[in-house]
């Protein structure tokens, strides 16, 4: 029980790293310097071990069936972490940024279902890279330039991550049934994507 406690506690932090690069990004005026520092997030998470449901859902066909209970907790932690983050900057001086993640999430709501399904699996295509070269990659420097330039990439390409949409949902204070249905979609488009990278390894190693 109390590894269980402590997991999902690594889940919140997941969360709320991510939060606190979405916070970066949507302050600095240009895209392109905020996607670099929305890196901190996975680089935190990555050194210090916390969980991030776009991270863990790749390796659900590798682990044994009760690792599925286990990557559902972590997006449930990761929804607490970010909304965390989310809800006590709209009660901060900075809360001005919320006005930027409302136009952002309406033009995610405004999208269609398939579309953002597409952006998602992309966008997790991205993450397996970045995390799995991170876990992997037998050079310090290969390791960290896999975070930069996996969250990097789908940050400027539009890609769609659930993780820091719902930070960018709580801090714009935008959630309704149409923004959970449009968060589920998000959440198994990243996992389609997760897992398609292994899925692909596991038939090459088959044939």
């Known amino acids: 029980m109390r590894e269980k406690a402590a997991s999902f506690l690594d889940s919140i932090l997941g969360g709320m790293c991510i939060g606190i690069g979405g916070v970066?990004?949507?302050?600095c005026e240009s895209k392109?310097?905020?996607a670099v520092f929305f890196c901190l997030g996975l680089f935190a998470i990555c050194t210090f071990g916390f969980n991030l449901f776009t991270g863990k859902v790749g390796y659900v066909f590798q682990?044994?069936?009760?690792?599925?209970?286990?990557?559902?907790?972590v997006w449930l932690g990761n929804l607490i972490g970010?909304?965390?983050?989310?809800?006590a900057v709209r009660a901060a001086r900075i809360a001005g940024i919320a006005e930027?993640?409302?136009?952002?999430?309406?033009?995610?709501?405004?999208?269609?279902?398939?579309?953002?399904?597409?952006l998602s699996v992309f966008c997790n295509i991205l993450m397996f890279i970045a995390v799995d070269g991170f876990r992997n990659n037998p050079h310090e420097i290969g390791k960290y330039i896999g975070i930069f330039l996996g969250v990097t990439v789908f940050i400027l390409c539009g890609f769609e991550h659930c993780v820091?949409?719902?930070f960018y949902f709580s801090v714009a204070n935008?959630?309704?049934?149409r923004t959970v249905l449009y968060l589920l979609v998000m959440s198994v488009g990243n996992a389609c994507g997760g897992v398609l990278i292994?899925?692909?390894?596991?038939?090459?190693?088959?044939?």
Do not use: E
């Open 24 to 27: 970066v990004f949507l302050s």
């Open 32 to 34: 392109v310097v905020g």
């Open 63 to 73: 682990r044994p069936l009760r690792y599925t209970g286990f990557v559902l907790s």
């Open 82 to 87: 970010t909304g965390i983050v989310g809800y």
């Open 100 to 118: 930027k993640a409302a136009g952002m999430c309406q033009t995610k709501l405004d999208d269609s279902l398939v579309s953002i399904f597409i």
């Open 164 to 166: 820091a949409n719902m």
């Open 174 to 177: 935008a959630w309704s049934g």
């Open 198 to 207: 292994p899925l692909c390894r596991s038939v090459k190693k088959a044939s």
